[in-house]
T-cell receptor, first 114, second 117 residues
């Protein structure tokens, strides 16, 4: 079956613009995670979804970052008024809701803010 | 808060030889999981091996094995018979229940492994 997919693969934007990053999880996976991978900070957790709700948003770095998930499937991470420090690879992972479940990662979106 | 430390930013190994990547972690939890992920230039994170903290036996997956020392909070990865395709970034990761149903991963900074033909 299909794995986790993310789009776009690469995104270049100008400082101050808004961007949307999309994640399509594996069908049937109710848990969805967003992570950010940047040169300075390594891999960091951003937000966790269970179904359509986000009970853990503790990793979102500022109120410019938001995310939603619809139909218990596709998730969109939105960054408003992008800054150069937002440049990073944004990874999405999905899993079954289980203590032992493996998280399957997508290929990520590389965001470059000029 | 849990932390994961990988002290070797870069490592190299001769093809067919064995290499060990180090990882230490800090936690006060007793129930957790540890992972090694591989990230090739394609950016796709691939699970290499996992270890449940309650299991004393070290996990093994073909050429990959771990040395899990719970008391020392150490979790090293050994790659035997290294192949060119093993060249990648390797991340050590820790996972426990984070509340609100989340099992988020905490990652180390990574070790870049080069394989020399």
């Amino acid at each position: 079956g299909a794995g986790v997919s993310q789009s776009p693969s690469n995104k270049v934007t100008e400082k101050g613009k808004d961007v949307e990053l999309r994640c399509d999880p594996i069908s049937g996976h109710t848990a969805l995670y967003w992570y950010r991978q940047s040169l300075g900070q390594g891999l960091e957790f951003l937000i966790y979804f269970q179904g359509n709700s986000a009970p853990d948003k503790s990793g979102l770095p500022s109120d410019r970052f938001s995310a939603e998930r619809t139909g218990g499937s596709v998730s969109t991470l939105t960054i408003q008024r992008t800054q150069q420090e937002d440049s990073a690879v944004y990874l999405c992972a999905s899993s079954l809701r289980s203590k032992v479940a493996e998280q399957f990662f997508g290929p990520g979106t590389r965001l470059t803010v000029l | 808060a849990q932390t994961v430390t990988q002290s070797q930013p870069e490592m190299s190994v001769q093809e067919a030889e064995t290499v060990t990547l180090s990882c230490t972690y800090d936690t006060s939890e007793s129930d957790y999981y540890l992972f090694w992920y591989k990230q090739p230039p394609s950016r796709q994170m691939i699970l290499v091996i996992r270890q449940e903290a309650y299991k004393q036996q070290n996990a093994t997956e073909n050429r990959f094995s771990v040395n899990f020392q719970k008391a020392a909070k150490s979790f090293s990865l050994k790659i035997s018979d290294s192949q060119l395709g093993d060249a990648a970034m390797y991340f050590c990761a820790y996972r426990t229940y984070s509340g609100a149903g989340s099992y988020q991963l905490t990652f180390g900074k990574g070790t870049k492994l080069s394989v020399i033909p």
